[in-house]
C-alpha cells in the first residue's frame, strides 16, 4: 500500500515560521509531538521525523513511551496548462485562484502504524494554515477548513482503531534524533 496527499498552496514560498504553528495543531489531537529540529521547508525536506506521545492510548503496549514516525515531505512549484489554467478537475476547483507551490505527502502505511496519522493530519493541518486545496489518491479535493482537520481526524482514529483490532504493523520507539 502506498499513498499520498497533495497540498496546492497559493504562498510564493513556504517558510519555516509555519512549523510551531503546525506543531501546536498537531498537538490537538490526542498526543504531544515535535518535528526534527533540523527539518526545513526552505527546500523539500524529504523523510519529517516527528517524535510523539499519546495521550489516549487505544495501544497498552505503548503507553508511556516516547514514539517516532514520520512522511516523506516534498515541496515543489505548481506547474499549470499551456493556456495557464490549473490542473483541477472542476471548475469550482480552478477558480481558486493561481496555485504556486505544491506539498506532497508520501507514505507507504506499512513501515509503522503511525505513518497514516502524521500524512493525513500533517497534509489537512498545513492544508488549512496554508489556504490551499488538498487532494488524496483519488483526486477527492478539499479546501483549507476546520472542517478538512475534522475529517482527517475521524479518518486517524478510524484507522488506528482498525489496526489495533486486525493488523500487526510495527511502531518504532523514539531513541533520539539522528
Known amino acids: 500500500m502506498s499513498m499520498e496527499y497533495t497540498v496546492y ?3 510564493q514560498e513556504i517558510s519555516d515560521e509555519i512549523i510551531p504553528a503546525l506543531v501546536s495543531e498537531l498537538n490537538k489531537f490526542d498526543m504531544i509531538c515535535e518535528i526534527h529540529p533540523d527539518v526545513s521547508f526552505a527546500d523539500s525536506p524529504g ?13 497498552p503496549e ?3 513511551k516516547d514514539l517516532v514516525s514520520g512522511v516523506e515531505i516534498s515541496i515543489y512549484d505548481f506547474e499549470a496548462d499551456e493556456q495557464g ?4 478537475g472542476s471548475e469550482e476547483d480552478s477558480q481558486q485562484g493561481q496555485y504556486n ?3 506532497s505527502f508520501h507514505f507507504t502505511g506499512v513501515s509503522d502504524r503511525f505513518e497514516f496519522r502524521f500524512a493525513c493530519l500533517t497534509s489537512a493541518v498545513l492544508t488549512n494554515l496554508l489556504n490551499g486545496i488538498r487532494s488524496d489518491d483519488d483526486w477527492n479535493m478539499s479546501k483549507g477548513s ?18 489495533a483490532r486486525e493488523l500487526d504493523i510495527p511502531y518504532h520507539e523514539f531513541e533520539g534524533w539522528t
Open 9 to 11: 498552496t497559493p504562498l
Open 47 to 59: 523523510f519529517v521525523p516527528f517524535k510523539f506521545r499519546l495521550d489516549a492510548i487505544q495501544f
Open 62 to 64: 505503548i503507553a508511556g
Open 85 to 88: 489554467n490549473p490542473y483541477f
Open 101 to 103: 507551490k505544491i506539498v
Open 146 to 163: 476546520a472542517a478538512i482537520v475534522a475529517e482527517a481526524w475521524n479518518e486517524v482514529k478510524s484507522y488506528e482503531e482498525y489496526c
